[in-house]
């Protein structure tokens, strides 16, 4: 029987057959039942043209997800998407699965208005910050050959908890701050507004959907330690994240960097996660100058290099 490549739009039905294609194809990045779910069928940017499903001979083999940004884009702007995911089960790649299931990616945002790809910084719940660049060998050279360039690079750190200790210059800094009026607190609802405000102004949207997600788990039952907010007066001035063993995001004003409230906030947070019996922490994102400042004295090593991937999508050519 002659081997037929064939893509299809997702279908509820696949669900256990994409679940077990990722599971043998991005073996870096594990994903549970629950995360596919909450990550790709339930984003609201997410359709179903979005995760074409590569099949052969009728049966699944593969599959993508490409995200438009969502939200309103103002006009003339160059518009970017996403692929976040893209697999090919082991016994079924070099026949053109991949190669297919990347054009129909590509080939959905274009008509999402996209004009260019990058694989893969979704702001609206990325996996990863780009291909890792050692686990997917192979897939670097796949996507270098169909067009896609270097367009940054990522790292991911990991600390050991169990050896955290805090160093001997931070407790005189914590005065110093709070000297100046600045203090570290867990969540409190009063806070919600200023926190916003603060990260709104400072850093992008996601940050306040982060937030806002942390504040209703929190409210849910949660630990207020999973959300540190530095306070001046009626001002936030910083915050500090955790989510299980993930550490951040991290943020400082930018009136009030290189005080030492960035280290404060991420031993305030490092040590909530130890009591809260975590062993490590791990981040998904910076870059390496950031690292070297803050998360080396606290035993965050590299663990992974990412390349962010980049492919103009020539709407004009397309149009
Ligand atoms: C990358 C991947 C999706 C390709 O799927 P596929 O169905 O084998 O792709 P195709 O058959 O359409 O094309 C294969 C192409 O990739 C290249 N390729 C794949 N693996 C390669 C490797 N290990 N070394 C060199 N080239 C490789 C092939 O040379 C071929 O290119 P060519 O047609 O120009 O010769 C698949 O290998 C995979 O699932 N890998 C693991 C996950 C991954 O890396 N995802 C991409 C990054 S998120």
Redesign the pocket.
């Known amino acids: 029987m002659s081997t037929e490549i064939r893509i299809e739009p997702y279908r509820g039905r696949w669900l256990d057959q994409v679940l077990t294609i990722l599971t043998s194809?991005?073996?870096a990045d594990p994903m549970s039942r629950s995360a596919f779910i909450r990550k790709a069928l339930l984003d609201p940017n997410v359709h179903p043209n979005g995760l074409p499903v590569?099949l052969r001979n009728g049966t699944p083999v593969?599959v993508a997800l490409a995200v438009p940004p969502g939200g309103a884009q103002p006009s003339g702007d160059r518009v970017p998407g996403y692929i976040t995911?893209?697999?090919?089960a082991p016994d079924?790649?070099?026949?053109?699965?991949?190669?297919?299931?990347l054009a129909a990616c590509e080939a959905y945002l274009r008509d999402c208005g996209c004009s260019h790809c990058q694989?893969?910084p979704y702001p609206g719940g990325y996996l990863t910050p780009g291909?890792d660049i050692r686990a997917?060998?192979?897939?670097?050279?796949?996507?270098k050959?169909r067009g896609y360039g270097r367009a940054g690079q990522a790292i991911s750190m990991e600390c050991d908890l169990t050896g955290l200790t805090e160093p001997h210059w931070l407790g005189d800094r914590v005065q110093a701050l709070e000297a100046a009026g600045i203090v570290l607190e867990p969540y409190r609802p009063e806070w919600i507004p200023p926190l916003l405000e603060f990260l709104g102004a400072t850093f992008s949207a996601d940050w306040q959907r982060y937030a806002r997600q942390t504040a209703e788990r929190i409210e849910l039952g949660d630990s207020p330690e999973r959300l540190i907010v530095a306070r001046l007066g009626d001002e936030v001035v910083g915050m500090s994240h955790f989510d299980g063993e993930r550490f951040g995001p991290i943020g400082v004003s930018l009136d009030h960097r290189g005080r030492g409230l960035g280290h404060a906030l991420m031993y305030r947070t490092l040590l909530a996660m130890r009591s809260s019996g975590y062993h490590t922490a791990w981040f998904l994102w910076s870059g390496d100058s950031t690292a070297q400042r803050l998360y080396d004295g606290a035993g965050f090593r590299v663990r992974r290099r990412f390349a962010i991937m980049h492919k103009e999508l020539n709407l004009d050519r397309a149009g």
Do not use: N, P
């Open positions: 194809s991005l073996t590569a593969g995911m893209l697999g090919v079924a790649r070099f026949q053109g699965a991949g190669s297919a299931l694989i893969s291909v997917y060998a192979g897939g670097m050279e796949f996507l050959r």
